[in-house]
């Protein structure tokens, strides 16, 4: 048995979790702006939160379909 065989289960894993930097980030940006943008205009506060929970659940979709996705290719 070669080695590329042993390791190709676990590739799977090693690119999704490479692929969830991105809505890592994504979501401390969503979440980083939108309290500067509440500390500037405490007024608009539900407005912002609304936005900001909709990046929020939006972001984290991309990453529950790579969870799907890692699952569904897998040989």
Excluded: D, K
């Amino acid at each position: 048995m070669s080695l590329l065989a042993e390791v190709s289960g676990n590739l799977g894993s090693i690119g999704y979790g490479l692929a969830a930097i991105g809505p890592g980030i994504g979501v401390g940006i969503i979440f980083g702006q939108g309290v500067q943008a509440i500390a500037r205009q405490p007024e608009a506060y539900n407005l912002i939160r609304q936005n900001m929970l909709l990046g929020f659940v939006f972001t984290e979709a991309l990453a529950l379909i790579g969870v799907a996705l890692a699952f569904a290719f897998r040989q």
